[in-house]
């Protein structure tokens, strides 16, 4: 069975300074992992997954299959980044694509 | 071009009534999920709908049972409610490719009381 865990439920850093989301994940198959982020008052949206290799609103996310983890990272936090963090596997079984998430991470940057 | 919506947003039942809760795609998509977010967790997934026929579900009991019509849309109804099952539902869509991307609606708001 596959599995998402984020250690983090709490994290609060300084504007400006490096943020770093914990993911790590079990799975037998080949993952396929992406964050979603929900903002206050608003629904969950997806902010990147592995496969796009992209940079979002300055985010990147590593998949590290040595380590089975799938961090979230930014280099100089923004207030606006203060969010409800998921991260999420997709799996596949039998004809059904299910994501499986993590407890989520609330990420809180400080003035 | 609207998003993926659900109604109601907010309900209040009793124990063991029951409770229909209703989700529309993306225009075009054709896969529908529902998921079950419990305060403080992550959602997690319940059913999965693909051209009107479930493809998967998740680890819940009988009591919680879905469809979803010829216009795409779908309805959770869940029969016997708990005080457990007060949580958020969410319903999301995507157009059923594989890595397409999975849209999510605002969700409903299920209180038991």
């Known amino acids: 069975a596959q599995r998402v865990t984020q250690p983090e439920k709490l994290l609060s850093v300084f504007k400006g300074a490096p943020v770093e989301l914990k993911c790590n994940y079990s799975?037998?198959?080949?993952?396929?992992l992406f964050w979603y982020v929900q903002y206050s008052r608003q629904r969950l949206q997806l902010l990147l997954r592995?496969?796009s290799r992209e940079s979002i609103k300055g985010f990147t996310a590593d998949l590290n299959k040595g380590e089975t983890s799938f961090h979230l990272k930014k280099p100089f936090a923004q207030e606006e980044d203060s969010a409800m963090y998921y991260c999420?596997?997709?799996?596949?079984?039998?004809?059904?694509?299910?994501?499986?998430f993590g407890s989520g991470t609330q990420l809180t940057v400080l003035p | 071009d609207a998003g993926v919506t659900q109604s109601p947003t907010h309900l209040i039942k009793t124990r063991g009534q029951h409770v229909t809760l209703r989700c529309s795609p993306i225009?075009?998509?054709?896969?529908v999920s529902w998921y079950q977010q419990v305060l403080g967790q992550g959602p997690q997934f319940i059913f999965q709908?693909?051209?009107?026929?479930?493809?998967g579900r998740g680890n819940f009991p009988d009591r919680f049972s879905a469809r979803q019509f010829p216009n795409y849309s779908s309805e959770l109804n869940v029969n016997a409610l708990l005080l457990g099952d007060s949580a958020l539902y969410l319903c999301?869509?995507?157009?059923?490719?594989?890595?397409?991307?999975?849209?999510f609606g605002e969700g409903s708001w299920l209180t038991v009381v």
């Open positions: 999301a869509s995507t157009d059923g490719s594989s890595g397409n991307t999975i849209y």
């Open positions: 799975y037998s198959g080949s993952p396929e």
């Open positions: 592995h496969i």
């Open positions: 999420a596997l997709r799996s596949v079984s039998g004809s059904a694509r299910q994501l499986t």
């Open positions: 225009s075009g998509h054709k896969s």
């Open positions: 709908y693909y051209e009107k026929e479930e493809r």
